[in-house]
């Protein structure tokens, strides 16, 4: 007999469980962010509106690169090797590609690595202590003719106790000035390139990495008997004395021996004393109390740096808890329910044979029970069915359009060319692009940072044409993997601001890897053809001595541009001609759409702005689980109602 008490307890159940789906549909919709790291490598000259310093109107376009006595050279960057006391003189051109004269400042400074592992060199107002403060520069302020360059000479001289190992820093051109953001208020821009300096004092060097701060945190689900994710992180250092790139494998172990493997991004470049912080993510796992998460850091030669022998592998293991809530609070609900059925049992055998008070006088039987504890059930059911709509979600991203790869076949050392199916919508004055895909961080890269909508040529179909200044090889590259494989999907976002993360239209198009080094576009748009190698109106690519640690400034402090090839950072590296381009000294080269390199209030790293967009999850055995609890609980409370109706049928028999 199903009593008035388990209709009750059953509608309280089918409650929460619409509660729990409810939530389980709003949790979906979660917020993401495209990763800030930009490619790096061999950037391009800076591009980019003057700071409102009072300076005559044009575009700021200036780079640096390393230089001979009388012309520049096609050095990637400045590297000795040498001894202690020992003294090195030379030389780095600053460039002007601007068609007015600038005045800007020269120094060095020490490098450091940035939270996301990038490269970067201490601001202007930061004391170097090492390869930074051992430059001493011929001149630390030029003014620049437009279209020319000017040949600054240096002396590094290496400190008699110097240890050894390396000892990074890099040469800045930098010009300041302030800009008015959407608010108002002012803020000082100071907009950086630089070539890198790496040194290397003779002695015994010792490359070793270091795991340390291990934790792990379980997340289990709603589904009782379903897996659940554990997020690991870690601080990875650099101990050594040389500068190291890392490969790492996380493993996560269940106490009844089931693994899961996380493989975080490889590092490409991790300075001597430098520290990053990794996270990583391993689904897939039965809460089985107690887990052990092993790390595991592989030291390797930096790419175009000699490995030394041996580099000793680092492993590093700590212990979590992974308890299944859910199921327990499942396997409690069921002991006290069948706790409750044992006393009534044992209550009705003492009660006597006349268990079902047949005979018994009202007075006997009780007070009868009111009648809105009969109407709980039905009550019920109606609050769960109003949450369930209310925590629907109705979070919605900005639209998708299409987007066009082309050339619609090609190679992975190819450049390619996005191409919108039309124009951003009005009162969008910036772009922003990214790529996803196996291997790219959660939530994609950046490819073209936060610009403004002029940057770019229109199609004839009146879409934005965005040529990628890097190829696809370059940007696995940065990411830290070497093979190409599946779809990669860019998004192109139209934001209203420079300043702006409200993503107002996306693009979105795709391109699939048939091969390791071949892909096939998969989108199209109207009056484009993907087999074209390059757009037709779009510009052709620049030519002349694109300098290394070029940035571009796109209207706004912080607002990266396309991020640089692999080996330098947006705003501060060293490299020769970007791919695609040949390095000619001596000829100014066009502004193409660069990085910037610009820092709010004097800070010396990148600041990326980028558009946020709704991700759905996948909830699958939440929902499930809930829809399968919630009918169960609705046959319980049918079938409550119709032996109701029975026994008052059953009763009315009787007395007539």
Same mark, same amino acid.
């Given at each position: 007999?199903?009593?008035?008490?388990?209709?009750?307890?059953?509608?309280?159940?089918?409650?929460?469980?619409?509660?729990?789906?409810?939530?389980?549909?709003?949790?979906?919709?979660?917020?993401?962010?495209?990763?800030?790291?930009?490619?790096?490598?061999?950037?391009?000259?800076?591009?980019?509106?003057?700071?409102?310093?009072?300076?005559?109107?044009?575009?700021?376009?200036?780079?640096?690169?390393?230089?001979?006595?009388?012309?520049?050279?096609?050095?990637?960057?400045?590297?000795?090797?040498?001894?202690?006391?020992?003294?090195?003189?030379?030389?780095?051109?600053?460039?002007?590609?601007?068609?007015?004269?600038?005045?800007?400042?020269?120094?060095?400074?020490?490098?450091?690595?940035?939270?996301?592992?990038?490269?970067?060199?201490?601001?202007?107002?930061?004391?170097?202590?090492?390869?930074?403060?051992?430059?001493?520069?011929?001149?630390?302020?030029?003014?620049?003719?437009?279209?020319?360059?000017?040949?600054?000479?240096?002396?590094?001289?290496?400190?008699?106790?110097?240890?050894?190992?390396?000892?990074?820093?890099?040469?800045?051109?930098?010009?300041?000035?302030?800009?008015?953001?959407?608010?108002?208020?002012?803020?000082?821009?100071?907009?950086?390139?630089?070539?890198?300096?790496?040194?290397?004092?003779?002695?015994?060097?010792?490359?070793?990495?270091?795991?340390?701060?291990?934790?792990?945190?379980?997340?289990?689900?709603?589904?009782?008997?379903?897996?659940?994710?554990?997020?690991?992180?870690?601080?990875?250092?650099?101990?050594?004395?040389?500068?190291?790139?890392?490969?790492?494998?996380?493993?996560?172990?269940?106490?009844?021996?089931?693994?899961?493997?996380?493989?975080?991004?490889?590092?490409?470049?991790?300075?001597?004393?430098?520290?990053?912080?990794?996270?990583?993510?391993?689904?897939?796992?039965?809460?089985?109390?107690?887990?052990?998460?092993?790390?595991?850091?592989?030291?390797?030669?930096?790419?175009?740096?000699?490995?030394?022998?041996?580099?000793?592998?680092?492993?590093?293991?700590?212990?979590?808890?992974?308890?299944?809530?859910?199921?327990?609070?499942?396997?409690?609900?069921?002991?006290?329910?069948?706790?409750?059925?044992?006393?009534?049992?044992?209550?009705?055998?003492?009660?006597?044979?006349?268990?079902?008070?047949?005979?018994?006088?009202?007075?006997?039987?009780?007070?009868?029970?009111?009648?809105?504890?009969?109407?709980?059930?039905?009550?019920?059911?109606?609050?769960?069915?109003?949450?369930?709509?209310?925590?629907?979600?109705?979070?919605?991203?900005?639209?998708?359009?299409?987007?066009?790869?082309?050339?619609?076949?090609?190679?992975?050392?190819?450049?390619?060319?996005?191409?919108?199916?039309?124009?951003?919508?009005?009162?969008?004055?910036?772009?922003?692009?990214?790529?996803?895909?196996?291997?790219?961080?959660?939530?994609?890269?950046?490819?073209?940072?936060?610009?403004?909508?002029?940057?770019?040529?229109?199609?004839?179909?009146?879409?934005?044409?965005?040529?990628?200044?890097?190829?696809?090889?370059?940007?696995?590259?940065?990411?830290?993997?070497?093979?190409?494989?599946?779809?990669?999907?860019?998004?192109?976002?139209?934001?209203?601001?420079?300043?702006?993360?409200?993503?107002?239209?996306?693009?979105?198009?795709?391109?699939?890897?048939?091969?390791?080094?071949?892909?096939?576009?998969?989108?199209?748009?109207?009056?484009?053809?993907?087999?074209?190698?390059?757009?037709?109106?779009?510009?052709?690519?620049?030519? +002349?001595? /694109? =300098? $290394? @640690?070029? *940035?571009?400034?796109? &209207?706004?402090?912080?607002?990266?541009? %396309? #991020? !640089?090839?692999?080996?330098?950072?947006?705003?501060?590296?060293? +490299?020769? /001609? =970007? $791919? @695609?381009? *040949?390095?000619?000294? &001596?000829?100014?080269?066009?502004?193409? %759409? #660069? !990085?910037?390199?610009?820092?709010?209030?004097?800070?010396?790293?990148?600041?990326?702005?980028?558009?946020?967009?709704?991700?759905? &999850?996948?909830?699958?055995?939440?929902?499930?689980?809930?829809?399968?609890?919630?009918?169960?609980?609705?046959?319980?409370?049918?079938?409550?109602?119709?032996?109701?109706?029975?026994?008052?049928?059953?009763?009315?028999?009787?007395?007539?």
């Amino acid at each position: 007999m199903i009593t008035s008490s388990a209709r009750r307890l059953a509608a309280y159940v089918a409650a929460c469980l619409l509660i729990v789906l409810a939530a389980a549909g709003t949790a979906s919709a979660v917020p993401a962010r495209p990763s800030a790291l930009a490619p790096q490598g061999a950037p391009r000259p800076a591009a980019g509106p003057a700071p409102q310093d009072g300076s005559s109107p044009g575009r700021a376009t200036f780079g640096v690169q390393p230089s001979g006595a009388k012309a520049p050279d096609a050095r990637p960057n400045f590297s000795y090797g040498v001894t202690p006391g020992a003294a090195v003189s030379d030389h780095i051109a600053v460039w002007n590609y601007s068609t007015r004269p600038l005045t800007l400042r020269v120094y060095a400074a020490d490098a450091i690595n940035t939270e996301d592992g990038g490269f970067d060199l201490l601001a202007a107002g930061k004391k170097s202590k090492d390869a930074g403060a051992w430059v001493k520069l011929a001149q630390n302020q030029v003014t620049v003719k437009s279209r020319s360059k000017v040949i600054v000479g240096f002396t590094l001289t290496v400190p008699a106790k110097a240890t050894p190992g390396d000892h990074i820093g890099g040469i800045v051109a930098s010009l300041s000035g302030v800009r008015t953001d959407d608010k108002g208020d002012k803020v000082t821009v100071d907009q950086r390139v630089g070539a890198r300096v790496y040194l290397r004092v003779a002695g015994a060097l010792a490359p070793r990495l270091a795991v340390e701060d291990l934790h792990t945190s379980y997340h289990g689900t709603a589904d009782p008997f379903g897996s659940g994710s554990a997020t690991v992180t870690y601080t990875l250092r650099n101990t050594g004395n040389i500068r190291l790139a890392a490969h790492q494998t996380v493993r996560v172990h269940g106490m009844f021996g089931d693994a899961r493997t996380a493989q975080p991004r490889d590092v490409p470049e991790l300075l001597p004393g430098s520290s990053l912080r990794v996270t990583a993510a391993a689904t897939g796992l039965f809460p089985s109390l107690r887990g052990t998460t092993t790390v595991t850091a592989d030291p390797q030669a930096v790419h175009g740096d000699v490995a030394q022998a041996p580099m000793p592998r680092t492993t590093v293991s700590a212990g979590f808890w992974a308890v299944p809530w859910t199921l327990l609070a499942v396997l409690v609900v069921l002991l006290a329910g069948l706790t409750l059925l044992v006393v009534r049992y044992v209550r009705g055998r003492r009660g006597g044979p006349d268990r079902s008070g047949a005979g018994r006088s009202s007075a006997e039987k009780g007070p009868k029970r009111p009648r809105r504890s009969r109407a709980a059930a039905p009550a019920a059911m109606a609050l769960a069915a109003a949450v369930l709509w209310a925590g629907a979600p109705h979070a919605a991203a900005a639209p998708a359009a299409q987007l066009t790869v082309t050339p619609g076949k090609g190679s992975s050392t190819q450049t390619i060319t996005l191409t919108a199916a039309q124009a951003c919508p009005a009162g969008t004055t910036n772009v922003i692009a990214r790529i996803e895909g196996a291997g790219f961080p959660q939530g994609g890269q950046i490819v073209v940072g936060n610009s403004p909508l002029s940057t770019y040529p229109k199609a004839a179909a009146g879409g934005l044409s965005i040529p990628l200044t890097y190829t696809m090889r370059d940007y696995a590259m940065t990411a830290g993997f070497t093979t190409l494989r599946g779809t990669y999907t860019f998004t192109v976002t139209c934001l209203k601001g420079a300043f702006s993360h409200q993503g107002v239209q996306e693009f979105t198009g795709s391109l699939r890897f048939t091969s390791a080094d071949a892909y096939r576009d998969g989108t199209q748009v109207p009056g484009v053809d993907p087999a074209a190698s390059t757009d037709p109106n779009s510009d052709p690519a620049p030519t +002349g001595p /694109a =300098a $290394p @640690g070029a *940035s571009s400034a796109s &209207g706004a402090p912080g607002a990266s541009g %396309q #991020g !640089a090839q692999p080996g330098a950072s947006a705003g501060t590296s060293g +490299g020769t /001609a =970007a $791919p @695609g381009q *040949s390095a000619q000294p &001596g000829q100014p080269a066009q502004p193409s %759409q #660069g !990085a910037t390199a610009g820092t709010s209030a004097g800070a010396g790293r990148t600041l990326d702005t980028a558009a946020s967009t709704v991700r759905q &999850g996948d909830n699958t055995p939440l929902v499930v689980w809930s829809v399968a609890g919630f009918a169960v609980a609705f046959l319980v409370l049918a079938a409550g109602a119709v032996h109701r109706v029975r026994g008052r049928r059953a009763a009315r028999a009787q007395n007539t």
